[in-house]
């Protein structure tokens, strides 16, 4: 095999909690991978203290947020630690790069993975930007991490989608990077069931525990530049606009009670103007005429606002 063909470059964010299950789970599966080795991980400028105190008081907000929605579980995702990356790249004796402006593109980080690095495989960890064709032209196979089926949810956010269509299933796949979005042909591809209960969080730590199950099987299509299966079925692209249609209400009256029910259970935090200011709303109740921070919805069921980015909201604010 040829030098370069033995040699991948991880691409990462481990402030997502995907990738912080994924990136130790694809280091760990190179002991199976015969003589295919990772000299570099690649991360976000802004991702370089990612496992500091910051992370551990973020995760420590999160278990309140839990409490406060007063589902009286504890979702696995939040027992999800951040990741040391110092201790991990100590550990695994790899290099590790942050990107200068975030961007994978970077003149200085393609000629870095030409020159010194010499990676001809490539595989994407929830690095947000889009590899450029310059970028592309590096690597003989660059795949993708996707945390959605394909093509039907193309985009962004695809678990939160998948709970507001309220999908059976919830699917993940590893797909060839070409020059299109969540377009290139599929390398690895499953699914988790939908549960009544599932957060986004919750079907995001679901995924990527059984997308880690698959790494050995991915990097034997990586090293053996496996062509994989074009994509087939009706596409769907779930970009930023439609996150914005979809969570931004600047009529709290247009949506049926249900509606709001269902968008506060897929996107968590809706951006509304109520009685003439914006508020980050996380919880409604049912209410009457006359409740504060109340409103009349479609359906002529009353609701009101009960929590604002997380936190209670005073009975006697109006």
């Known amino acids: 095999m040829d030098d370069r063909r033995r040699r991948l470059a991880l691409f990462a964010d481990p402030r997502d909690i995907a990738a912080r299950i994924l990136l130790p ?16 991980v690649l991360l976000p400028e802004s991702a370089r203290h990612a496992g500091s105190w910051a992370d551990w008081a973020a995760r420590l907000r999160d278990r309140l947020v839990q409490l406060a929605r007063g589902t009286g579980r504890w979702e696995s995702a939040l027992r999800q630690p951040p990741l040391s990356l110092a201790r991990l790249a100590r550990r695994k004796g790899m290099s590790l790069v942050f990107l200068p402006d975030d961007d994978p593109n970077h003149p200085e980080i393609v000629a870095r993975l030409n020159e010194e690095f010499r990676c001809g495989l490539s595989l994407n960890l929830y690095c947000q930007k889009r590899f450029g064709p310059e ?3 590096q690597f003989a196979v660059a795949a993708n991490y996707h945390n959605g089926s394909l093509p039907r949810f193309r985009g962004l956010r695809a678990s939160n989608w998948s709970l507001y269509q309220a999908a ?32 986004p969080a919750q079907l ?5 525990h059984a997308a880690a199950q698959r790494l050995p099987e991915l990097l034997r ?7 994989g299966r074009p994509q087939s079925g009706m596409a ?23 509606e709001w029910r269902r968008r506060l259970h897929a996107f968590i935090r809706l951006h509304v103007r109520i009685d003439g200011r914006w508020l980050a709303v996380t919880g409604v109740r049912a209410a009457r005429p006359g409740d504060p921070l109340c409103f009349r919805c479609a359906d002529d069921q009353w609701l009101a606002v009960v929590a ?10 109006q």
């Open 221 to 227: 299509a990586l090293s053996e530049n496996r062509a």
């Open 135 to 137: 970028l592309l032209a």
């Open 168 to 199: 059976s299933t919830s699917g993940y796949c590893f797909h060839r990077m070409d020059d299109g979005i969540d377009s290139g042909n599929l390398l690895i591809e499953g699914e988790v069931a939908v549960r009544a209960e599932d957060t």
């Open 236 to 258: 769907g692209e779930h970009n930023r606009h439609a996150h914005e249609l979809a969570t931004r209400i600047d009529d709290p009256g247009r949506l049926s009670a249900a």
């Open 308 to 317: 604002v980015d997380f936190l209670p909201v005073s009975r006697t604010r």
């Open 204 to 208: 995001e730590w679901r995924k990527a």
């Open 25 to 40: 789970a694809t280091l760990a599966a190179f002991g199976n991978a015969g003589e295919l080795h990772c000299p570099v």
